[in-house]
């Protein structure tokens, strides 16, 4: 691994054309700058182990020629840094638990002032600390998340589906009502589009009673109205009231309009994008599907950019996870509550 790998980003489109500049030139580079550190693209490929040392025993500071690496060993190489990165991190996180695990009985077993909890009611001010608990309940739920979404929502928590959402989407039954205005609305159809791709339904009604989410049947998370500062929210896990405002949603639910943005179908997509579609479901990165279709970078960048549009993706990862949703999506069905 290059001294680099530390990083995580993306490479930069100027790295993309510089690799492919160097894999129509032979696979070799010479810096035409003093140093590496003043060739940004050359710099990039290096620290991502896209290229190497021509003469291994070389200074980097020195170094005047380069070699292309496959970009399968890149990747190999890159995994393996990652696995062992998250390898110590899991080990963190167990220490930390276990280091945790007394604060949480004294705090349990302890006096919780109006701020805290309060027979089944607890009170979580700031955005961050709220989102926080709500991924925490959706990461450990296996059943269902309802919301009731009402007015218009900021477009920056829908421009980029978390993958919070998009796993809770796919493992749960995930159903969300919106107030009707939103059918206008780009961002919503673009979330409500990519969402439905792993399983969740959307309706939407002029009759909401407020901002609610409801996950696993177990918990309540509901805004507060005139928090003593800021934005907070109260978490209910009291049984029966979260049961009340479960059989409150379904009332609604069954009352709303159905929210159906449009789904890409994989055979209405031109013979070149079927093509690729299908070798992204395989797994493959754009070097090896240029290399499997023998397309050019600027036109196999092209058609891959029209896929992600078109299924709402922003990754080759997210794209690969759509279009194996768009082939699964006839198979899948899921039970509807409103018939329990």
Partial sequence: MSSGAGGGAPLSRAAELLFQEILDHGGVYRLTVPTIDDDPPCKELFDC??????????????????????PVLARARWLA??????IERFDALERLSADLDTLVAAYDAGPVDAAGRNGGFEAVGGRREINAR?????????????????????????DNVT??????????????????????????????????GEGARFRTSTRLI??????????????????????????????????????????LWRQGHPLEADQPSLADLPPLQQEIA??????????????????KTRTCSAQIADLKKAFGAGTLFQLGAALAAAEARQARSRPDPERE
């Fill in 49 to 70: 182990g896209l290229i190497g040392l021509t003469d291994p025993n070389a200074a980097v500071s020195a170094a005047r020629h380069f070699t292309a690496v496959d």
């Fill in 81 to 86: 840094h990652l696995r062992h990165q998250a």
């Fill in 134 to 158: 709500i991924g925490q309940l959706m990461a450990a739920a296996t059943r269902e998340v309802f919301s009731l979404q009402p007015g218009e929502r900021p477009s920056h928590l829908l």
């Fill in 163 to 196: 993958p919070r959402d998009r796993d809770a989407a796919h493992r749960l039954t995930w159903r969300t009502l919106y107030s009707e205005s939103v059918r206008q609305d780009p961002n919503v159809l673009r979330y409500v589009r990519v969402l439905t």
């Fill in 210 to 251: 407020g901002r609610l989410i409801l996950i696993d049947r177990t918990t309540a998370v509901i805004p507060m109205t005139a928090p003593p500062a800021g934005m907070a929210a109260c978490f209910v896990s009291e049984p029966t009231v979260v049961a009340f405002l479960r059989q409150v949603f379904l009332a």
């Fill in 278 to 295: 299908a070798l992204l479901r395989e797994g493959l990165d754009q070097a090896q599907i240029m290399r499997r279709t023998g397309l």
